[in-house]
């Protein structure tokens, strides 16, 4: 089990002095998962359960196209075991317009034939998968950033090739959409640096993009944070967060706040951390006395006013599905 920042000798101190109150604020193990341990899957909330679709086993296979959802995290159902989208490693997902929606994406890992994807589709039950256009406006790509703001979808940066590409298949590019099969290009190159692996956020009708960066052959990874009101004209809100630089970590918005949650980085590898800011300028560790092993690609969800954290790579991969729900008077 995983100390959030705390060294046991710490933790142990702190477990005696900690107050009911505090140990309400700990990550509660919920249990293992019914699918196979993975990373870089889909992840969905919607109709009142958490669903998550595709991701990554090993380089040397096609990903899983399975989905799954459940009512309370604990006990997972099999929805659909293979799924028509074929491109699950590193998707972009969101929930829009009372459908899940999974888009791009990376298909076959490391072998011959793989590719990124510009499709996208959409479905309101998880079985029955509805192709909305097979090729957007945007390039095929993995591991962008996608929120909805405005009634609209919006996909920001990402890469265009995943194992293989230089800094030149990264995008700064935004676009986007109210149906999901007609893009808009609203900048081409942003003023944040073009990346992959980062997160996007809505927090107080503004999308924040934070970290992210490359992996190979050119590692590099960020810590910076930028927002903007209509996806257009975007300010930076720090060049250096506290949290160290990263990719591969998990965003959510949970009580005001958005998190930032583990990721990795090719110093330091695996991070177990928690960050919380309201502003993307000034940011807290959140300190607990359990938390889940450090991680990467992991889902994070947002679901009964909990905040939810769901497989991930974790040295090995994992299953396991955590949830902590801070108490009434946080913070």
């Not at 177990?272 to 959140?286: I, Q």
């Not at 690609?297 to 994992?318: I, M, Y």
Request: contains cysteine; charged residues 20%.
């Amino acid at each position: 089990m995983g100390v959030c920042h705390l060294s046991r000798m710490k933790s142990l101190l702190l477990f005696l002095s900690f107050t009911s109150s505090a140990l309400a604020q700990d990550w509660v193990l919920e249990g293992n998962a019914a699918w196979q341990a993975r990373d870089s899957q889909a992840e969905w909330v919607f109709r009142e359960q958490l669903w998550i679709g595709g991701g990554w086993f090993q380089s040397f296979a096609d990903p899983p196209r399975d989905v799954w959802s459940s009512a309370n995290g604990k006990d997972w159902t099999l929805v659909e075991g293979n799924a028509p989208w074929v491109h699950s490693d590193l998707p972009m997902n969101v929930t829009f317009a009372d459908k899940m929606w999974i888009m791009g994406g990376w298909y076959k890992g490391r072998l011959p034939g793989h590719s990124a994807s510009n499709q996208v589709w959409s479905s309101n039950d998880g079985v029955k998968w509805d192709q909305v256009t097979k090729s957007a406006e945007w390039s095929p790509r993995v591991a962008a950033g996608l929120v909805v703001h405005r009634g609209k979808m919006w996909m920001l940066g990402g890469i265009e090739d995943y194992y293989f590409g230089t800094d030149k298949s990264l995008k700064n590019d935004v676009w986007s959409s109210d149906d999901g099969k007609t893009w808009k290009l609203e900048v081409a190159s942003a003023p944040w640096s073009a990346r992959a692996y980062h997160q996007a956020v809505v927090l107080n009708d503004r999308i924040y993009v934070m970290g992210g960066g490359n992996y190979t052959p050119a590692y590099h990874a960020k810590n910076d944070v930028w927002s903007s009101s209509d996806g257009v004209n975007w300010n930076g809100e720090t060049e250096s967060a506290p949290w160290e630089a990263r990719l591969w970590f998990s965003a959510a918005v949970y009580r005001g706040q958005m998190w930032v949650l583990g990721g990795w980085s090719k110093e330091k590898d695996n991070y177990g951390d928690v960050w919380h800011s309201a502003d993307g300028k000034t940011w807290k560790r959140l300190e607990t006395r359990t938390c889940w092993k450090a991680r990467h690609e992991h889902s994070a969800f947002v679901f009964q006013d909990k905040l939810w954290v769901a497989g991930g790579h974790a040295r090995p991969l994992s299953n396991e599905v955590w949830s902590l729900q801070l108490t009434k008077d946080w913070p």
